[in-house]
Each structure stands twice: as C-alpha cells, then as structure tokens.
C-alpha cells in the first residue's frame, strides 16, 4: 500500500499547496430525515455493478473494482440513492436553493443535476441532493467520479463524503472528505479538502487549477483513502494529500479510520463560500456525472 507523501502534477493543470480554509465552507446539516436514517448502515450494490473482475494500477497500488453506477440504467436507482429535499434553513451555509427530486435525472447515460432560477418552497432556486445515506457507504479504497460541472457566480458544484456515524457524533466528529468542490467563478479551479472535529468549517486541503473551464468537457475526480492518508487527484493528476501524521503534527483529530462514510452529490447555489447569484449568472445549470466507481485494493 502506497501512503507516499509526494504531491505532482504535471501538464495543463497546476497543483496549489494545502491550505486552511475559511470559516464558511461547509454544508453541514443534514436534514432531519436522512440523519434520522441513523444506526444501521448496510453496504448496497449498484444495480450497474460489473461481474468483471480486473486490476488496474493507480497511485502505485493495484485496484478491483467493487461497486459502481454507471447512471444508463433510465432512471434514479432509489435503491442506492435518497433526495434530501427544502431548504433546511441554508444547510449552515446560507445556502439560497430548495431542494427537489425533479431537478435530477438520468439522460444518455449520464446522471444530471440541474440547477433552477424559479420560486419553489419559499426560496428562489431549485436544485437536487442526492446521498447513499443507509444504502451505501465505504471505508478505504479508491473513489472516480467522471462528471461535467456548472459555472457561474453563486454556483457550488460539490461531491464529497460524510461519516456515516453522522446520526450519533454530528458534524464534523463524523468527518467529512470533499472529493471535488467548484466555485462557480472560478469555473477553472476545483477544491478537494476534510474536515474534522479540530477543523470543522475551517478544513484542510488543496486546490487544482487548469486553463480550460471544468464545464468544457468531463474530468475524472479521484480519491484514493488509506488508514493513514487520503489523496486528492484531478485526470490521474495529484494536487493535495494529507496524513495522519500531519494531523497528529497539527493536533488535529484524524477521524478517517474511525469507520465508513456514504456519498453526496448536489449542486448548491448561493451560500457564504460562493456568495449569491447576481446578473451574470445563467440558469439552467447542470452538473453531469458519468459514473461513480468504487475499487478495492489487492
């Protein structure tokens, strides 16, 4: 098992070195229904799932894959993901969007999550939540998301990772791993970070930047999660690690071999981090996952 402490990153993107960040990056309520999901977790099983067994090389392990949506099913598998739906008083952040199971779907075999300026619920945006909270949730291996993300100002593309103990400890004693986190302004810069109880809002983690938008074209989002570190990667490209042993550096708190955590998709829009949208902002916007892949490995 590969736990180098080495960060690279070659050709069109540029790697930024780790930093702290403010106090008001975070979504970090759930909402009351999915938290009350609480105890029991099981593992779920994409109905996409391969019966292919292979290895692959990557971070200098080798991979197999054990789980996996590929979004051509036709439809939302309600099996493995749940909608969080309202507003949830900004879900900590101020967020300005309501959420709804309508504003996500399956097209082409992509999953799509799109983003609204219309009035629903109160609130003058609609967008869509999606998490595997009680379905499906992982301790360890490598995690690729290949999705195509929004821009604009007060746009938030966000996939990431909550401990799945979140029902009984809160936020942030579960943890929480930012695969990817794009600020709608800076379409050309994503943000991989964690939080933990010493970090809370103010989490670690560092940022990647290339000369294209992220809404050009797909990019493949990459986590690979040990024991003892997890690792952010953008097209196969390293940008940011952190360890365990930085955090005992620190004095921080690493919850991250505690237990497993459960996924999360959404497209929030507005909130402290990205501030609101203002005139420049064009609605619809879309977030389009081509599929989210899980490996083990041997």
Same mark, same amino acid.
């Given at each position: 098992?590969?736990?180098?402490?080495?960060?690279?990153?070659?050709?069109?993107?540029?790697?930024?070195?780790?930093?702290?960040?403010?106090?008001?990056?975070?979504?970090?309520?759930?909402?009351?229904?999915?938290?009350?999901?609480?105890?029991?977790?099981?593992?779920?099983?994409?109905?996409?799932?391969?019966?292919?067994?292979?290895?692959?090389?990557?971070?200098?392990?080798?991979?197999?894959?054990?789980?996996?949506?590929?979004?051509?099913?036709?439809?939302?598998?309600?099996?493995?993901?749940?909608?969080?739906?309202?507003?949830?008083?900004?879900?900590?952040?101020?967020?300005?969007?309501?959420?709804?199971?309508?504003?996500?779907?399956?097209?082409?075999?992509?999953?799509?999550?799109?983003?609204?300026?219309?009035?629903?619920?109160?609130?003058?945006?609609?967008?869509?939540?999606?998490?595997?909270?009680?379905?499906?949730?992982?301790?360890?291996?490598?995690?690729?998301?290949?999705?195509?993300?929004?821009?604009?100002?007060?746009?938030?593309?966000?996939?990431?990772?909550?401990?799945?103990?979140?029902?009984?400890?809160?936020? =942030?004693?579960?943890?929480?791993?930012?695969?990817?986190?794009?600020?709608?302004?800076?379409?050309?810069?994503?943000?991989?970070?964690?939080?933990?109880?010493?970090?809370?809002?103010?989490?670690?983690?560092?940022?990647?930047?290339?000369?294209?938008? @992220?809404?050009?074209?797909?990019?493949?989002?990459?986590?690979?999660?040990? =024991?003892?570190?997890?690792?952010?990667?953008?097209?196969?490209?390293? @940008?940011?690690?952190?360890?365990?042993?930085? %955090?005992?550096? %620190?004095?921080?708190?690493?919850?991250?071999?505690?237990?497993?955590?459960?996924?999360?998709?959404?497209?929030?829009?507005?909130?402290?981090? =990205?501030?609101?949208?203002?005139?420049?902002?064009?609605? =619809?916007?879309?977030?389009?996952?081509?599929?989210?892949?899980?490996?083990?490995?041997?």
């Amino acid at each position: 098992m590969n736990t180098d402490e080495s960060s690279e990153s070659t050709g069109d993107g540029v790697a930024n070195g780790e930093r702290t960040t403010g106090g008001f990056h975070r979504r970090q309520f759930l909402s009351t229904a999915a938290v009350a999901l609480g105890g029991a977790f099981a593992t779920g099983t994409a109905s996409a799932a391969s019966n292919d067994v292979h290895t692959e090389a990557f971070d200098g392990n080798d991979w197999t894959l054990s789980w996996r949506d590929e979004f051509d099913a036709g439809y939302i598998d309600t099996g493995i993901w749940n909608f969080e739906t309202g507003n949830n008083n900004g879900w900590g952040n101020n967020e300005l969007q309501y959420y709804r199971s309508n504003n996500a779907w399956t097209e082409n075999g992509h999953l799509v999550i799109e983003a609204r300026e219309e009035q629903y619920g109160g609130c003058d945006y609609t967008s869509a939540r999606m998490t595997t909270q009680g379905k499906y949730n992982k301790q360890y291996g490598r995690v690729d998301v290949r999705a195509k993300l929004p821009y604009g100002q007060g746009i938030w593309p966000a996939i990431w990772m909550l401990g799945s103990d979140i029902g009984s400890v809160g936020w =942030p004693d579960c943890g929480e791993i930012d695969i990817m986190e794009l600020i709608g302004s800076d379409p050309d810069t994503v943000h991989g970070t964690v939080h933990g109880p010493d970090s809370g809002g103010a989490g670690v983690g560092g940022s990647y930047s290339q000369s294209n938008w @992220f809404s050009d074209a797909y990019h493949t989002f990459t986590l690979t999660w040990y =024991p003892d570190a997890i690792k952010f990667f953008v097209d196969g490209q390293q @940008f940011f690690v952190t360890t365990l042993y930085d %955090a005992q550096n %620190a004095g921080r708190e690493w919850v991250f071999d505690d237990g497993p955590f459960f996924f999360l998709l959404n497209v929030a829009v507005g909130g402290d981090w =990205p501030g609101a949208p203002d005139a420049s902002t064009q609605f =619809p916007q879309r977030m389009e996952v081509d599929y989210i892949r899980v490996y083990d490995w041997v």
